[in-house]
């Protein structure tokens, strides 16, 4: 079995539901869309206010984050389909988001070079990591919620810690 999933403008995020029974796809247009992937039909459809280049589940699959070329993390409800929190700080777009296995957190990376650790209920930074000199494109939280990975234009792929605030390896 096969679908195709058509957009009307350059798709810039996608991820997979943590059922694997969803695709939620972030557009050009910042159209965020949720795809079944059973029948390969729409489910349903979010509006980021500019250009959404980035997404990704929450692991219990209730919320959708989204980021984009307004400089703000968004996090979508999946079931009212409303924008429950939007957190800002950065101050170019954000390319690379991902949340902590335990939910609590979310990182977003940014044109503006660096990578934002936010506490997922409350909006809040909780760490700002600085030493990348160029775009980040990728974060991705390790397994045990302990260390984060974080690569972009500087073409180096740094390991850190956010609690102890210090760079593991690059």
């Known amino acids: 079995r096969h679908y195709t999933y058509r957009c009307t403008e350059s798709i810039r995020g996608i991820a997979w539901s943590p059922d694997s029974l969803r695709i939620a796809s972030a557009s050009q247009n910042g159209q ?7 029948s390969g039909s729409i489910l349903k459809t979010f509006k980021h206010s500019l250009g959404a280049s980035a997404v990704a589940w ?7 984050a989204s980021g984009g070329f307004d400089k ?5 409800d999946v079931n009212s389909e409303l924008c ?10 954000i390319h ?3 949340w902590s296995p335990n939910s609590k957190y979310i990182a977003s990376g940014s044109a503006d070079k660096t990578v934002h650790v936010w506490n997922a209920l409350k909006g809040e930074i909780t760490y700002v990591f600085t030493k990348h ?3 980040v494109r990728s974060v991705v ?3 045990k919620s302990r260390f984060i990975a974080s690569a972009g234009d500087d ?3 740094y390991v850190w810690d956010p609690l102890e605030e210090k760079i593991l390896f690059t």
Not at 32 to 38: A, G, H, P, Q
Not at 58 to 64: E, H, L, N, T, V
Not at 72 to 76: E, G, H, Q
Not at 84 to 93: L, W
């Open 32 to 38: 965020i869309t949720i795809w079944d992937t059973v």
């Open 72 to 76: 703000k993390v968004c996090i979508w």
């Open 141 to 143: 939280w390790s397994s």
């Open 58 to 64: 929450s692991p219990d699959g209730k919320y959708i």
């Open 133 to 135: 000199t160029n775009v």
């Open 155 to 157: 073409k180096i792929v």
């Open 96 to 98: 690379a988001l991902t």
């Open 84 to 93: 429950v929190f939007s957190y800002e700080g950065h101050t170019k777009s």
